[in-house]
């Protein structure tokens, strides 16, 4: 396995009532939620972000990874933020929300709060359906990285997409999605107006599937997919650290 990507490393601080479990996104890693991880302990809560399996290192490691891997390990730092907090929340980002939204279906009575920004459950591109088969005939493609509108931005994604993890990804939306109903934990989505990697209808098949009560949209206007590292970045951190508040709430 390569070397860990300097800053993107696993990150874990704090204990007490609150926690928050931070999910990066499919190719990201840390990187891309520091800022925002940061924040949510600066305002007090414990803090979990993990470091999904294949992430973070090169997309040669990725390949070698599925969709379990990286829910064992969402779980697993779930876990941890439980053993030393009263109460959680999930914020996730692009498939990190995904994960969140997969801890919820299976875990929902544990969890406080969702915050969901730029949710992955879809992709539209019709060139999808030959993945079956093309992945074991291309090992990747082209990697869509630091869609960020804001100059100077970078998650230091990887360079290239491995299809058979992209395939995995896939499979694993599409469970996500079967199973939205399941979830009646407080929701926040946040969607950018502007995404060149997740489509906004995206948020809308979550916010039509799940069954919470408590849900609400936001609109970032002013930032692409990597809204956490975008001009948009200082709203998401008080709207998350605001509704965080909320629902853990004694």
């Known amino acids: 396995m390569a070397a860990v990507i300097e800053g993107a490393?696993?990150?874990?601080?704090?204990?007490?009532?609150?926690?928050?479990?931070v999910l990066h996104g499919f190719t990201g890693n840390p990187v891309s939620l520091?800022?925002?991880?940061?924040?949510?302990?600066?305002?007090?809560?414990?803090v979990e972000m993990p470091l999904?399996?294949?992430?973070?290192?090169?997309?040669?490691?990725?390949?070698?990874?599925?969709?379990?891997?990286?829910?064992?390990?969402?779980?697993?730092?779930?876990?941890?933020?439980?053993?030393?907090t009263d109460r959680q929340v999930a914020v996730g980002l692009s498939m990190?929300?995904?994960?969140?939204?997969?801890?919820?279906?299976?875990?929902?009575?544990d969890l406080s709060g969702l915050v969901l920004i730029n949710p992955a459950v879809r992709n539209d591109d019709p060139k999808g359906r030959l993945l079956p088969v093309a992945k074991y005939l291309?090992?990747?493609?082209?990697a869509i990285g630091n869609d960020i509108a804001k100059p100077g931005g970078d998650e230091k994604p990887y360079p290239r997409t491995p299809l058979k993890a992209l395939h995995?990804?896939?499979?694993?939306?599409?469970?996500?999605?079967?199973?939205?109903?399941?979830?009646?934990?407080?929701?926040?989505?946040?969607?950018?107006?502007?995404?060149?990697?997740?489509?906004?209808?995206?948020?809308?098949?979550?916010?039509?599937?799940?069954?919470?009560?408590?849900?609400?949209?936001?609109?970032?206007?002013r930032s692409y997919h990597v809204a956490t590292l975008d001009h948009d970045a200082d709203g998401i951190a008080a709207a998350t650290i605001e509704f965080v508040r909320r629902v853990t709430a004694p």
């Open 168 to 221: 995995s990804m896939f499979r694993f939306q599409a469970l996500v999605r079967r199973n939205l109903g399941a979830v009646t934990t407080p929701a926040l989505v946040l969607t950018s107006r502007q995404d060149h990697v997740v489509a906004p209808g995206n948020s809308t098949i979550v916010l039509d599937g799940i069954s919470s009560p408590d849900k609400r949209q936001v609109w970032l206007e």
């Open 96 to 109: 990190g929300a995904a994960l969140a939204l997969h801890l919820a279906e299976t875990r929902g009575g």
């Open 9 to 21: 490393e696993a990150w874990s601080t704090g204990d007490g009532e609150a926690g928050v479990l």
């Open 52 to 84: 999904l399996p294949g992430h973070g290192t090169s997309w040669q490691d990725l390949q070698r990874t599925t969709w379990r891997d990286w829910a064992r390990e969402a779980i697993a730092g779930f876990e941890r933020l439980r053993a030393r």
């Open 34 to 46: 520091r800022p925002l991880a940061e924040s949510l302990a600066a305002a007090g809560f414990a």
């Open 138 to 142: 291309v090992a990747s493609i082209p």
